[in-house]
T-cell receptor
Framework: RKEVEQDPGPFNVPEGATVAFNCTYS??????FFWYRQDCRKEPKLLMS???SGNEDGRFTAQLNRASQYISLLIRDSKLSDSATYLC??????????????FGTGTLLAVQP | GAVVSQHPSWVICKSGTSVKIECRSL??????MFWYRQFPKQSLMLMAT?????????EQGVEKDKFLINHASLTLSTLTVTSAHPEDSSFYIC????????????FGPGTRLTVL
């Protein structure tokens, strides 16, 4: 089983649509969760951290369910500029060593005009 | 703040040559730097973690003699791909964090390596 699993998509949605991405992780000891955005042939950029109580940043809402080891990202009112690959990222705590980040393979979003 | 640069942004080389990639934190001191590799349509895979002044810790399956990592200062880490082969062609991305205990990593723009 992969440490972080995502639906690869692609998700093709019209402008203005609401779209949701899901992610599951296998390490119950993970404490930090993130959504990154990666444009084609570019480095990943942090979109938002995900907190236990859920958090919102403008049109983006992230949720975390620790019991189910499940993370979600909701994008409302999709824009053309939201087209990218969205990476679910989870930390892997290591005793006596630097924590690692584990990246999902990403979900490709294509917003159509 | 928290800008990370990489150089070169792309490189094409012949099989058997060595390629050095630099990763710099421009406006902060990076205690820890990470090197990732990303093949097309795949996720970022961590290759190694390096703490300033220490030997790098390599992930399973990554040859330390082939991918030489040096983190001699708090603002610079280098990755040297020795005797590169076409299968080493990939997108190499570094990231840096201020502290060992933090999960916040700042990513460089990546280096696209093509080995002919």
């Amino acid at each position: 089983r992969k440490e972080v699993e995502q639906d690869p998509g692609p998700f093709n949605v019209p402008e203005g649509a609401t779209v949701a991405f899901n992610c599951t992780y296998s390490n119950s000891a993970s404490q930090s969760f993130f959504w990154y955005r990666q444009d084609c042939r570019k480095e990943p950029k942090l979109l938002m951290s995900v907190y236990s109580s859920g958090n919102e940043d403008g049109r983006f809402t992230a949720q975390l369910n620790r019991a189910s080891q499940y993370i979600s990202l909701l994008i409302r009112d999709s824009k053309l500029s939201d087209s990218a690959t969205y990476l679910c990222v989870v930390n892997k705590p290591l005793v006596g060593a630097t924590n690692k980040l584990i990246f999902g393979t990403g979900t490709l979003l294509a917003v159509q005009p | 703040g928290a800008v990370v640069s990489q150089h070169p942004s792309w490189v094409i080389c012949k099989s058997g040559t060595s390629v050095k990639i630099e990763c710099r934190s421009l406006d902060f001191q990076a205690t820890t730097m990470f090197w990732y590799r990303q093949f097309p349509k795949q996720s970022l895979m961590l290759m190694a973690t390096s703490n300033e002044g220490s030997k790098a810790t390599y992930e399973q399956g990554v040859e330390k003699d082939k991918f030489l990592i040096n983190h001699a200062s708090l603002t610079l880490s280098t990755l040297t791909v020795t005797s590169a082969h076409p299968e080493d062609s990939s997108f190499y991305i570094c990231s840096a964090s201020r502290f060992r205990s933090t999960d916040t990593q700042y990513f460089g723009p990546g280096t696209r390596l093509t080995v002919l």
